[in-house]
């Protein structure tokens, strides 16, 4: 099989436990890090998915690799290569296939609850489960492209997931490690203590305060999710 390739764009934000699962089933993959300047792919034919994670910027900002990224995710859709975005991933993949990125009406930060849609493709991807207890860490938010079905809700963002056929879209975080929890809080502590006034906004002490139970049960969803993404990648 082709391989998987991941875009990390910044240093905390790598794949965490997507990278545990994908080895789990012997599934190859390949990590670019454009946080420290690797090249970009010509063409995204020599893989079987094409995976973006989260990261601090916006898709708006004035940066090199944006452009050609949007690119490359335009021919992974046109090549039937199944796109998997997580935070600022999702919403690069709305930006490319026609969403629009906004700011949220307030930051999340933190543990909170989404909710699946009514839509036949939300219990495909997330069960039958009513909510679960997903990770955030956004202030800026996604609409769905044209043809997407909207997955997930939550209280304080309109749009947490859609789908289109094998192509998922997430805002919230699904990929946690327990290490990646801790390191973020380390990283965003000035951002979380900044933006405090939020109600989406929750301090490191309870965000880690059953980081061991959350992440368990998260990563009970991201299997499932993630067992439905890999069957859609190309051979």
């Known amino acids: 099989m082709k391989p998987v390739i991941i875009f990390r764009h910044a240093a905390v934000e790598g794949p965490g436990f997507l990278a545990q699962f994908l080895d789990a089933h012997q599934i190859p993959w390949q990590l670019l890090k454009i946080d420290q300047g690797e090249n970009l792919?010509?063409?995204?034919?020599?893989y079987s998915g094409v995976v973006l994670m989260g990261g601090p910027m916006s898709v708006h900002d004035d940066l090199p690799w944006?452009?050609?990224?949007?690119?490359?995710?335009r021919e992974a859709y046109a090549l039937d290569i199944p796109l998997l975005g997580h935070c600022l991933g999702g919403q690069l993949i709305s930006q490319a296939l026609g969403g629009q990125v906004t700011l949220n009406r307030i930051k999340e930060i933190g543990w909170g609850e989404v909710s699946p849609t009514a839509a036949?493709?939300?219990?495909?991807w997330f069960g039958d489960q009513a909510h679960f207890l997903a990770f955030h860490w956004h202030g800026e938010t996604f609409t769905p492209p044209p043809a997407a079905t909207p997955l997930?809700?939550?209280?304080y963002c309109e749009n947490q997931a859609y789908a289109i056929g094998k192509h998922l879209a997430l805002q919230c975080h699904i990929e946690m490690t327990e290490q990646m929890v801790l390191d973020w809080c380390r990283v965003g502590a000035d951002e979380i203590q900044a933006a405090?006034?939020?109600?989406?906004?929750?301090?490191?002490a309870?965000?880690?305060?059953?980081?061991?139970?959350?992440?368990?049960?998260l990563q009970k969803t991201a299997e499932r999710v993630y067992t439905q993404w890999i069957r859609g990648l190309k051979a």
């Open 196 to 204: 405090a006034a939020s109600p989406g906004v929750q301090q490191v």
């Open 66 to 73: 944006i452009a050609p990224v949007l690119g490359l995710i």
């Open 120 to 124: 036949p493709e939300a219990k495909a």
């Open 41 to 46: 792919p010509t063409s995204i034919a020599d």
């Open 152 to 155: 997930l809700v939550s209280p």
């Open 206 to 217: 309870d965000i880690t305060a059953a980081l061991s139970a959350n992440v368990a049960v």
